[in-house]
T-cell receptor, first 114, second 113 residues
Framework: KAGVTQTPRYLIKTRGQQVTLSCSPI?????VSWYQQTPGQGLQFLFE???????NKGNFPGRFSGRQFSNSRSEMNVSTLELGDSALYLC?????????????FGPGTRLLVL | AQTVTQSQPEMSVQEAETVTLSCTYD???????LFWYKQPPSRQMILVIR??????QNATENRFSVNFQKAAKSFSLKISDSQLGDAAMYFC??????????FGAGTRLTVKP
């Protein structure tokens, strides 16, 4: 099976712009989680989607949003970009949304905000 | 709140030697899962090993094993016969119920030839 794919791999944006990142989970996986990784804050949970419904949400401002489509593919959107949004955004998929489920990570999208 | 602490920002080990990475966590729950993930310089996170809290037996995966001390809330990772390919950031993670996965700050492991 193909692994988790994320597009684009690299992005450069300027402050105030908005950005949309995409994640395609492993075939058959219905749960998708998003994480932000920065040197200062480490890995922080953004949100999790399961069967097109947001199951959990991390402590991020409303500028960060996401959605999941019927084929389990997910997108996250960041509006009104700030310099501090520069990070590696990781997507992870699992079969279902349960604590026992292993999450499989994609390669990430590196976002640079200038 | 559940927190995960990795007290060793960096560790180094000689090739073929054994190294142990530490992880402690804070929880009032009794049923949860613990994970160790590896993130090589290429950035793709890979699951190394996982442990179910209700299982007394420590998980092992080839050269990787854990020392799970539930009462002490400790979950260390032992890498035996270290190889150059083991060089990476290692993250300890915790998950309970339907909550999100919580990660530690990571330990950067260097393997010296």
């Amino acid at each position: 099976k193909a692994g988790v794919t994320q597009t684009p791999r690299y992005l450069i944006k300027t402050r105030g712009q908005q950005v949309t990142l995409s994640c395609s989970p492993i075939s058959g996986h219905r749960s998708v989680s998003w994480y932000q990784q920065t040197p200062g804050q480490g890995l922080q949970f953004l949100f999790e989607y399961f069967s097109e419904t947001q199951r959990n949400k991390g402590n991020f401002p409303g500028r960060f949003s996401g959605r999941q489509f019927s084929n389990s593919r997910s997108e996250m959107n960041v509006s009104t970009l700030e310099l501090g949004d520069s990070a590696l955004y990781l997507c992870a998929s699992s079969l279902i949304s349960r604590k026992s489920e292993t999450q499989y990570f994609g390669p990430g999208t590196r976002l640079l905000v200038l | 709140a559940q927190t995960v602490t990795q007290s060793q920002p960096e560790m180094s080990v000689q090739e073929a030697e054994t190294v142990t990475l530490s992880c402690t966590y804070d929880t009032s729950e009794s049923d949860y899962y613990l994970f160790w993930y590896k993130q090589p310089p290429s950035r793709q996170m890979i699951l190394v090993i996982r442990q179910e809290a209700y299982k007394q037996q420590n998980a092992t995966e080839n050269r990787f094993s854990v020392n799970f001390q539930k009462a002490a809330k400790s979950f260390s990772l032992k890498i035996s016969d270290s190889q150059l390919g083991d060089a990476a950031m290692y993250f300890c993670a915790y998950r309970r119920g339907n909550n999100d996965m919580r990660f530690g700050a990571g330990t950067r492991l260097t393997v010296k030839p």
